[in-house]
């Protein structure tokens, strides 16, 4: 008998299950696959919180001011890197433009765009879906009082890569540039970037070095911090595009804080539904246990508590038909809410699709959308799976899934 | 068939995400191979339009099946990959490897046959496989990396025939143990220390005389020979699975063959061996859960780094050897969680694969190295014979079978 089930491996999964863990509660984490952190640009985005929270029905509206600072706290303590973005700080996205941030690695911020410097942005030899010339046109356009330079890096141990035409993905890269031979060869590089910028006449302009693919944040396997080197020149590091190196770090790095804690994952298991059975006559029920479909056999797990992070549409927890009757949420077969129409026509705008999901009560506890009744008493509902929110153009995905999960994890 | 199954069988649940690519261990160390999406759904689509490509890059596939556990959407990539790999030997278009990958493929495919020359006298035979010559001939003439961690033989773990004649009409409650070719050959004891502490459980153990469960052969692309030892091997469980015996894994391929592979084979014991089989610690958990797993334990005051084997990871029902050891008071232990340790079966023995194998282990090592010099553990358990053998060859780290440390907890071995 597990204190809490937690169903689905994404960022409130995960945030969920290392919370509980972390009040020593006996958790486990059971997911299908690696889930969207793959996909995390390595920004935690908040949005608008205070105008949000006035939002009919949105994620916030459920938690007073405390509770989602609670949820930042959790994510600077597990990440020292991050720091909170009190006034406006700004980070490249990997297409060289500038977007906003809430929590977001020191590494990425960006310097003020009124002073002048030069940037040299390096570029690693055969980085897949990585347009420099883009880049670097964005930037002279955000950044008018700097230059912005552009300089190859080429790592001896993607040779043969090289040599076939095959281009090494963002993930490998990390890799190299957090290992000891990736470090020393940045090193080199920079050094040889401030000679040539000083030889160049420019001793006293600042100079920022630009390079995607790095990620200088978060332990390793070996759980000690792989990546320590000072370099002779600052270096700014771009957010990730997928398959993404901070997804990649971040995700293991959480299994393993998960796991270190003494919780319990299981990958490559699929949920299908639980039982339970009503207390009294009337709701809520007393979920007992869920089925998961392992390898050859299904499992009936026990817990007290059942944490629901399938994701939404996108993660794969809300299945929707071929016709678009057959919409439904695809582990507790919970009520969602769906609006009359689902798109509107301007791809840009806000979609009405962005708002489906579970409506739940204050505690997170799934309702009935027809009579507003709690369903399940000890089933919490976290992340996307929430409805009555856009995390596209509200800007609050990170903020949503990571108070959400600390909050179910209060609960546990 | 529910629509989710439905979808993962299709191809198009594929999204294109990459995420499979950037998590596999062969892509990360080797250009030529395309990578699970590449070779799983992008080609799929030409493989369904008939072009079917040689084996030779579907061979530098090692089987791990990360890409499964990865995917974000259900996507059965090594299924397609190894019906490819099946299709290529059959194809219109088929390329076969040269003779000598042949009878490489051949003598790695045939671990149980290896292992009964091996057992007739595993003295010599472990002499033979430590001088440099013979490892050397092996390279040149089979393609077998000399410098391989290739396990050594042992007292081999016998047969235990069912006394009682029907299967199931036993008094008292029993157990069918499917070995698998490394128990059997080339680590008995542990096979017959799983046996004794089967007994102090109160579960009678028999051990039919089962043949490979037919990993290695199609690893090694004899698909034929697998199926039949496949076929071979569920009659004999057979009575017992009618009866309602549990069949117990302790090496996890065996263990993910006998769960993923079986099922599909047409006899009517395939489809109760999927769920009647169990991992050793899965099976023990649910005697826990259910109140019947003695809890008898001696305090053993140890530190254990632990490596999640892939093939269990696939089997998709999490650590249960971490959940019974942790019962057991003094024991503390670190899921490694480091990745594949890169032999993958018999993988990382093949010559051309050998340092690739090495590099992809390269982080699991790092992790055990780190892990013993800060003090944290100062041993290594997992539950795969290979990754064992790997793991001490690429750290030097004394690594056992979990078991071990549940065996000394029962006061039934004493090292």
């Known amino acids: 008998m597990w204190d ?30 690696v889930g969207t952190l793959y996909y995390f640009s390595g920004i935690f985005d908040y949005g608008d919180v205070a105008g949000l929270r006035h939002f009919p029905k949105h994620p916030y509206s459920l938690f007073d001011a405390e509770t989602i600072d609670r949820g930042k706290q959790f994510i600077k303590e597990l990440c020292p890197e991050y720091i909170e973005n009190n006034k406006s700080r700004h980070a490249l996205t990997v297409l060289g433009t500038v977007r906003q941030g809430d929590l977001m690695p020191r590494s990425m911020v960006l310097p003020d765009r009124q002073e002048q410097g030069i940037f040299v942005l390096l570029v690693p030899e055969g980085l897949k879906d990585f347009f420099p010339e883009i880049v670097v046109s964005n930037m002279a356009r955000e950044f008018p009082g700097w230059q912005v330079k552009v300089k190859r890096v080429h790592a001896e141990i993607l040779g043969e890569w090289e040599r076939i035409g095959k281009s090494a993905s963002g993930i490998d890269y990390a890799a190299i540039w957090r290992s000891k031979e990736g470090q020393n060869l940045l090193a080199q590089e920079i050094e040889t970037i401030k000679r040539e910028q000083q030889g160049a006449g420019s001793k006293s302009e600042r100079i920022a070095v630009v390079l995607p693919s790095l990620v200088s944040e978060y332990f390793d396997a070996s759980r000690t911090k792989i990546y320590g080197k000072d370099y002779s020149l600052p270096v700014i590091e771009m957010s990730s595009f997928i398959p993404s190196p901070h997804g990649r770090y971040f995700a293991e790095y959480l299994k393993h804080q998960f796991t270190d804690l003494g919780g319990e994952l299981m990958i490559g298991a699929r949920a299908a539904a639980l039982t339970g059975e009503p207390v009294s006559d009337k709701q809520p029920k007393s979920c007992q246990e869920i089925i998961v479909h392992s390898m050859g056999k299904v499992l009936h797990l026990k817990a007290k508590k059942f944490i629901l992070a399938t994701g939404g549409l996108l993660g794969g927890g809300i299945k929707v038909g071929i016709e678009r009757k057959s919409i439904h949420e695809d582990v507790f077969d919970l009520p969602l809410f769906v609006p009359q129409e689902w798109s509107a026509s301007r791809f840009f705008a806000p979609q009405p699709f962005a708002q489906i999901g579970v409506e739940t009560d204050n505690c997170l506890r799934p309702l009935d959308t027809n009579q507003g009744q709690v369903i399940w008493d000890n089933v919490h509902v976290v992340g996307r799976m929430l409805a009555h929110w856009d995390p596209w153009t509200q800007r609050c995905g990170g903020g949503v899934s990571v108070t959400s999960g600390c909050a179910a994890a209060e609960i546990i | 068939m529910d629509v989710r199954n439905e979808l993962t069988a299709r191809l198009d649940a594929c999204q294109k995400c990459n995420v499979c690519t950037a998590q596999c261990p062969v892509a990360k160390v080797n250009p030529h191979f395309p990578g699970p999406k590449g070779l799983g759904p992008d080609m799929e689509r030409f493989r369904r339009g ?76 472990n002499q033979a496989l430590k001088l440099n010559l013979v490892r050397w001939a092996l390279e040149k003439g089979l393609g077998i990396s000399q410098k391989g961690p290739l396990p050594a033989y042992g007292k081999p773990l016998e047969v235990i025939e069912d006394k009682a004649g029907r299967a199931g009409v036993t008094s008292g409650k029993q157990v069918v143990y499917f070995p698998g070719c490394y128990t059997r050959y080339n680590e008995g004891e542990t096979g017959r220390i799983m046996i004794k502490v089967l007994e102090h459980i109160g579960y009678k153990t028999i051990v039919p005389n089962f043949h490979c469960c037919g990993l290695p052969l199609e690893a090694n692309g004899q698909f034929d020979k697998a199926r039949k030892n496949g ?86 029902i999490g650590t249960p050897a ?49 892990g013993v010099e800060q003090g944290d553990f100062q041993e290594m358990l997992t539950e795969c014979g290979v990754c064992k053998v790997q793991i001490q060859h690429g750290t030097s780290i004394p690594t056992e079978h979990p078991l071990r440390i549940l065996a000394k907890a029962y006061n039934i071995i004493h090292e």
């Not at chain 2, 099946?86 to 219109?92: H, M, Q, V």
Request: aromatic residues 8%; contains cysteine.
């Open chain 1, 4 to 33: 809490a089930i937690v169903v689905g491996g994404g960022l409130a999964g995960w945030t969920a299950g290392i919370r509980a863990a972390q009040r020593g509660k006996k958790v486990l984490i059971v997911t299908e696959g």
């Open chain 2, 322 to 370: 971490l959940r019974i050891l942790r019962l057991i008071p003094g024991v503390k232990i670190r899921n490694l969680d480091a990745g594949c340790c890169g032999v993958s079966g018999s993988y990382g023995f093949k010559a051309e694969k050998y340092d690739k194998a090495m590099k992809i282990g390269s982080p699991l090592f790092e992790a055990v190295n780190v």
């Open chain 2, 50 to 125: 008939q072009f079917i490509p040689g084996e030779t890059t579907l061979d530098d596939c090692s089987n791990c099946k990360t890409c499964e556990v990865t995917c974000p959407s259900g996507v059965k990539i090594t299924e397609m990959i190894l019906d490819a790999r099946r299709a290529a030997r059959k194809g219109p278009h088929k390329t076969m490897p040269g003779v000598k990958l042949r009878l490489r493929g051949y003598v790695l495919g045939r671990a149980e046959y290896l292992g009964k020359l091996g057992v007739l006298w595993p003295g010599m035979a």
């Open chain 2, 231 to 316: 076929l071979y091997n569920l009659e004999l469980m057979r009575p017992y699975l009618e009866a309602g015996v549990p069949v117990i894994a302790s090496c996890t391929s065996c263990g993910l063959t006998l769960k993923e592979d079986y099922p599909k084979l047409s006899a009517s014991a395939a489809q109760m061996i999927g769920a009647q089989t169990y991992d050793l610690f899965e099976f023990l958990w649910l005697l826990y859960e259910k109140g019947e797993l003695p809890l008898d334990f001696q305090q053993v005051n140890a530190s254990f780094g632990y490596h999640l084997p892939c093939h269990l990871k696939a089997q998709g």
